[in-house]
């Protein structure tokens, strides 16, 4: 699939949602409103900046953060689906199935679709900035802006690419890595060098992308205005923060989830729910925004249109809550027509008001909720001097979330990290974390409320995706393929 996107010879360029031609028979949109040959050079900055702006679209596909029937939805609920945070319910029609059972190969659709959702933002993030610096001495500003979006959005795209397809998270790992693109070239066919490289490019992105961020031709995100919808150097700090803490850099880790937590502080308890129906951006990073038109979130657990639960939340995960006073719960969780469902994708608040919630509402990708249990894990992971310092973080955060809370003293050791790791299910919940938190922690599934798939090993090969057999067929270069595939 990376070879075919690469083989575009026209881009299709549309206000609300882009389409990239990825083969001759796929074409996600056949009326562009707008089209520019790929070959030729964009003529003004206006037409970089609507490029960037097509990329943004992208990530409402129904194989990213969208959702739809017989679609990933992998960066959203599928990592709660993979693990044991959402489990399938007898209201399932068995679409996602090959997901939650673990039977996926290298011939798996939705898993195609996934790379090729993925590297649809990576090229026309690439397009983005072909050719861009022709403009820097009369615009630098605006240079500046478009190159740092793109270039951190490339970066994050291929972190996110790196968490499903490779087997090994460490910094310096030689293990193979992914395919790392960096310009719009429909001749190349990319080889997917190591881990450790695959990190290089990732992190030097974004710190190219903070120092031209730090200097462009306006705000990127009014905090008091919109959904902090776009990416920034705070976005850029959390992805640091994210990315360092999987590669297990421990000091970066702290570094960069403190400065996003200098500048966000967590909800309030009457702002949290609040959040969720997006009438605030109360310790909201970054989200991608959906409204009516462009696809949903969370419709693989919850369809609010059909009333329709193909993934319940267990009991297990419900009980782990102080149901009576962690304002969570009812944020994230509700009884409906006798079953329990996650309901924080529910709908936006005008929706829920009418009483005809639809699902549409914002998907987030940063939280300082995240940011306190990156430092949280970091500082616990360090060792006996910095475990006082994790426990503050803990503390902090159910202060936060849960009315009257006591805070909890002398925790240590392992008993420590699995209160954190407790935490993070809890808190993230349907945000795109549980099946990677296992996964680089190098624990098993246990669903404890089920009677069939329950277990899955940290030695099975389905915690790392296949590379998609039609991307093998046309790219022999990009072998050598995962592990048991």
């Known amino acids: 699939m990376l070879t075919r996107i690469l083989s575009i010879k026209k881009l299709l360029f549309v206000i609300a949602i882009l389409s990239v031609v990825a083969s001759c028979k796929r074409v996600l949109d056949v009326n562009p409103d707008y089209d520019l040959d790929g070959s030729t050079r964009f003529n003004t900055i206006d037409d970089y900046?609507?490029?960037?702006?097509?990329?943004?679209?992208?990530?409402?596909?129904?194989?990213?953060?969208g959702s739809t029937d017989e679609r990933a939805n992998a960066w959203a609920l599928l990592p709660d689906m993979l693990a044991d945070n959402l489990l399938e319910s007898g209201e399932s029609l068995g679409n996602e199935r090959v997901f939650s059972r673990w039977v996926y190969a290298e011939d798996e659709t939705q898993i195609e679709r996934a790379w090729l959702a993925a590297y649809r933002v990576i090229t026309q993030a690439n397009i983005s900035l072909?050719?861009?610096?022709?403009?820097?001495?009369?615009?630098?500003?605006?240079?500046?802006?478009?190159?740092?979006?793109?270039?951190?959005?490339?970066?994050?795209?291929?972190?996110?690419?790196?968490?499903?397809w490779v087997n090994d998270y460490d910094r310096n790992s030689g293990q193979p890595g992914i395919p790392y693109i960096t310009r719009f070239d429909y001749e190349v066919k990319p080889a997917r060098g190591t881990v450790k490289q695959t990190y290089d490019s990732i992190e030097k992105d974004l710190k190219a992308a903070k120092i031209?961020?730090?200097?462009?031709?306006?705000?990127?995100?009014?905090?008091?205005?919109?959904?902090?919808?776009?990416?920034?150097?705070?976005?850029?700090?959390?992805?640091?923060?994210?990315?360092?803490?999987?590669?297990?850099?421990?000091d970066s880790a702290i570094k960069y989830s403190t400065l996003v937590i200098n500048r966000f502080p967590l909800a309030s308890m009457n702002d949290f729910p609040l959040v969720w129906t997006d009438l605030s951006n109360s310790e909201v990073i970054w989200s991608v925004t959906f409204e009516a038109g462009q696809g949903t979130p969370g419709n693989h657990a919850y369809f609010p249109e059909v009333d329709a639960a193909a993934y319940q939340p267990p009991p297990t995960l419900r009980a782990s809550y102080d149901q009576s006073n962690d304002v969570r719960f009812a944020s994230y969780y509700e009884l409906n027509n006798g079953r329990w469902i996650l309901s924080k994708y529910k709908g936006k608040q005008a929706q829920l008001d009418n009483?005809?919630?639809?699902?549409?509402?914002?998907?987030?990708?940063?939280?300082?909720?995240?940011?306190?249990?990156?430092?949280?894990?970091?500082?616990?992971?360090?060792?006996?001097?910095?475990?006082?310092?994790?426990?503050?973080?803990?503390?902090?955060?159910?202060?936060?979330?849960?009315?009257?809370?006591?805070?909890?003293?002398?925790?240590?050791?392992?008993?420590?990290?699995?209160?954190?790791?407790?935490?993070?299910?809890?808190?993230?919940?349907?945000?795109?974390?549980?099946f990677f938190?296992?996964?680089?922690?190098?624990?098993?599934?246990?669903?404890?409320?089920?009677?069939?798939?329950?277990?899955?090993?940290s030695s099975n090969r389905a915690w790392t995706w296949p590379i998609p057999k039609p991307e093998i067929d046309a790219n022999p270069a990009i072998l050598p393929q995962n592990p048991g595939y």
């Open 49 to 65: 900046d609507f490029s960037l702006q097509g990329a943004y679209s992208i990530f409402q596909s129904t194989s990213y953060y």
């Open 130 to 164: 072909q050719g861009i610096e022709k403009f820097s001495a009369t615009n630098a500003g605006a240079v500046n802006r478009i190159k740092g979006q793109a270039l951190a959005m490339r970066a994050h795209v291929h972190f996110d690419i790196l968490r499903y």
């Open 212 to 250: 031209l961020l730090q200097n462009t031709d306006r705000v990127i995100n009014n905090n008091k205005g919109n959904s902090r919808a776009y990416i920034d150097t705070d976005v850029i700090n959390a992805m640091l923060a994210r990315m360092y803490l999987y590669s297990n850099q421990l």
């Open 355 to 434: 009483d005809q919630p639809d699902g549409v509402v914002n998907f987030k990708v940063f939280r300082t909720g995240e940011m306190y249990l990156i430092r949280a894990e970091a500082n616990a992971r360090k060792g006996a001097a910095n475990e006082a310092a994790a426990l503050a973080d803990l503390n902090t955060l159910r202060a936060a979330r849960i009315f009257g809370y006591t805070p909890v003293a002398g925790l240590t050791g392992t008993a420590l990290l699995n209160a954190i790791a407790l935490e993070r299910r809890k808190e993230l919940t349907g945000e795109g974390h549980r």
């Open 437 to 457: 938190d296992l996964k680089r922690t190098t624990r098993t599934v246990n669903r404890t409320d089920c009677s069939s798939f329950c277990t899955l090993s």
